[in-house]
Nanobody, 117 residues
Framework: QVLLVESGGGLVQAGGSLRLSCVASEKISTNTMGWYRQAPGKQREFVAGISPGGATTKYADFVEGRFTISRDNAMNTAYLQLNSLKPEDTGVYYC???????????WGQGTQVTVSS
């Protein structure tokens, strides 16, 4: 199992930005990476995904061009740049990794993002 550690969350005002990081315990150069989030009282939802080489990305509809997923395979790290944040973006953000074509989904602590209005 690949250990993933998220960081970079915080408290920001609406319209602000944050950069989230996800560091993996092993090489991720052949793995699809993804970000999910869970708002209070709601189910965890997909936010963004990126192919192993970074050429292909996918976003949830609610992102609306505000977030950017990227990766640095040499650093075993995936990133999620959050711009134009809205209060409804508040939640715990988690990263995930596909191993053998299947999402591992062994959720760690995540990183809290709180957006004030």
């Amino acid at each position: 199992q690949v250990l993933l550690v998220e960081s970079g969350g915080g408290l920001v005002q609406a319209g602000g930005s944050l950069r989230l990081s996800c560091v993996a315990s092993e090489k991720i150069s052949t793995n699809t990476m993804g970000w999910y989030r869970q708002a209070p009282g709601k189910q965890r939802e997909f936010v963004a995904g990126i192919s192993p080489g970074g050429a292909t990305t996918k976003y949830a509809d609610f992102v609306e061009g505000r977030f950017t997923i990227s990766r640095d395979n040499a650093m075993n790290t995936a990133y999620l740049q959050l711009n134009s944040l809205k209060p409804e973006d508040t939640g715990v953000y988690y990263c995930d990794i596909k191993v053998g074509g299947v999402w591992q989904s062994s959720w760690g602590q995540g990183t809290q993002v709180t957006v004030s209005s």
